[in-house]
């Protein structure tokens, strides 16, 4: 399945508890909460969505025992990101062609005019991939439901300026990016240091080796990498070169 439409829409961390993981992302990269969703409660969850520039970031936290997330939470000892959310045509024939991958669908989420396809993840291999489309809506700055109805007001970007990359990383890094690339519709292509990367139009996964199939680190474009670091000092986390850990993945800085 070519590349096509595709395009990364959100990136979803989990926390065992929202606060202060929002506020401290918010303060730290200068990002505004755009939304609350109620309709995650039935899943045992709470959220908040974050935009960065066209991109969500989103925090899921479970509100009662049992739930996907705490398990996930639970395995991975609160290490990676949840889940990768993608835009597209036609989330239906996307979750087909995941079948013939021999990756199942765990769940169909139709909630005219927003319809999301969301992968198993233990197929997937370290996160959900949801596919999803918002009839209607075709401009990357239009309507978009689970942002709430005016999510483009929470918009900034006097600190950071866009989400640009997602680093994942894995035992097997090259089959990884080759079984994400076989769902996603991308070939696999090498960046400067010879990892494995998938190319969309508006991101880039990156592969490297790790002790597990995980979304390790996001990648952000800021204004100052400096004053970025600092803020992230001042709400003591530890900052090593230009990156820190904050809900369970590496926050990467570029300028």
């Not at 309709?39 to 049992?66: R, S």
């Not at 990756?103 to 997937?124: E, F, K, S, W």
């Amino acid at each position: 399945m070519p590349q096509g439409d595709l395009r990364l829409r959100q990136i979803c961390l989990v926390a065992p508890a929202l606060e202060p993981v929002i506020s401290d992302i918010a303060a730290i990269m200068g990002l505004n909460v755009c939304y609350r969703d109620g309709n995650v409660a039935k899943y045992g969850l709470e959220n908040a969505l974050l935009p960065v520039d066209t991109i969500l970031l989103e925090v899921v936290a479970p509100t009662q025992p049992g739930t996907a997330a705490g398990r996930f939470l639970d395995k991975t000892a609160g290490h990676g990101g949840y889940m990768a959310i993608f835009s597209c045509d036609d989330p239906d024939e996307r979750g087909r062609h995941a079948q013939t991958l021999g990756v199942r669908t765990a769940n169909v989420i139709d909630h005219p005019p927003y319809r999301g396809v969301q992968l198993h993840p233990r197929d997937c291999r370290a996160a959900f991939i949801e596919f999803n489309h918002t009839k209607g809506s075709d401009n990357i700055l239009g309507p978009y439901p689970p942002a709430g109805p005016d999510w483009q007001a929470a918009i900034r970007k006097d600190v950071t300026s866009a989400l640009i990359g997602v680093e994942m990383e894995s035992p097997a890094p090259d089959t990884l990016a080759e079984h994400w690339g076989a769902i996603l519709g991308i070939p696999v292509s090498k960046g400067a240091s010879g990892d494995p990367e998938l190319r969309l139009v508006n991101a880039t996964f990156r592969f490297g080796k790790g002790t597990s199939d995980i979304i390790s680190g996001l990648i952000f474009e800021v204004g100052s990498v400096a004053q970025v670091c600092e803020s992230a000092r001042a709400k003591g986390l530890a900052v090593s070169g230009n990156s820190f850990i904050l809900g369970g993945v590496s926050f990467h800085l570029v300028a």
